[in-house]
């Protein structure tokens, strides 16, 4: 079966660059979800996305911005990095509109601020 | 404060033994969702139980929900080493309307010892 799909997987930046992640949801879901864990962290909720309209917002930092497309694929935009943001950053994506919030999750991108 | 709390934060047993891992939550929610992650990889989803639920049964799998306790457990039956990982409890807000961040536990870090 189709998974969550996550580019790229490893990302190395330096401190105040920029960076983009991108997901592309399980066929036919409709919701994208980020979430960002931090070394030995349990995973802390970002941002989603229903229909390609804003859903619900969790500790996603100012310089963090994220959208979702007609195609229902998110990119999640990362600006002025600092080494707090080495994490693994994590998309999951559901079929809201079936009724149930259950989410399933990409391989995650390890992203390495230096 | 933190959502989820799993309970013990690490379990050693021997293969073939149960494991048992208890997971506490404060607020209202509309499910409760237990994942898997191996080091450093993806979270896999395991299992969803609704609020209205009081048990659900998946392979070897057993998740037990008590929402007056505020409370689920997660019980591997006939454990193997492939077991091995942490296991995260994760719940949404009971917002209404879907497309919930889920809030995740500290997580259990099970090892099973061959």
């Known amino acids: 079966a189709a998974g969550v799909i996550q580019s790229p997987r490893h990302l190395i930046k330096e401190k105040r660059e920029t960076a983009t992640l991108k997901c592309y949801p399980i066929p036919r879901h409709d919701t994208v979800y980020w979430y960002q864990q931090g070394p030995g962290q349990d995973p802390q909720f970002l941002i989603s996305?229903?229909?390609?309209?804003?859903?619900d917002k969790g500790s996603i930092p100012d310089r963090f911005s994220a959208q979702q497309f007609s195609d229902y694929h998110s990119e999640l935009n990362m600006s002025s990095l600092e080494l707090g943001d080495s994490a693994l950053y994590f998309c999951a994506s559901s079929h809201t509109s079936g009724g149930a919030n259950e989410q399933f999750f990409g391989p995650g991108t390890r992203l390495t601020v230096l | 404060s933190q959502q989820g709390e799993e309970d013990p934060q690490a379990l050693s047993i021997q293969e073939g033994e149960n494991a048992t891992m208890n997971c506490s939550y404060k607020?209202?929610?509309?499910?409760l969702q237990w994942y898997r992650q191996n080091s450093g990889r993806g979270l896999v989803h395991l299992i969803l139980i609704r609020s209205n639920e009081r048990e659900k049964h998946s392979g070897r799998l057993r998740v037990t929900l008590d929402t007056s306790k505020k409370s689920s457990s997660l019980l591997i039956t006939a454990s193997r080493a492939a077991d091995t990982a942490s296991y995260f409890c994760a719940t949404d807000r009971a917002r209404g309307g879907g497309a919930d961040g889920l809030t995740f536990g500290k997580g259990t870090h099970l090892i099973i010892q061959p």
């Open positions: 996305f229903y229909e390609k309209m804003q859903s």
């Open positions: 607020t209202s929610i509309n499910n």
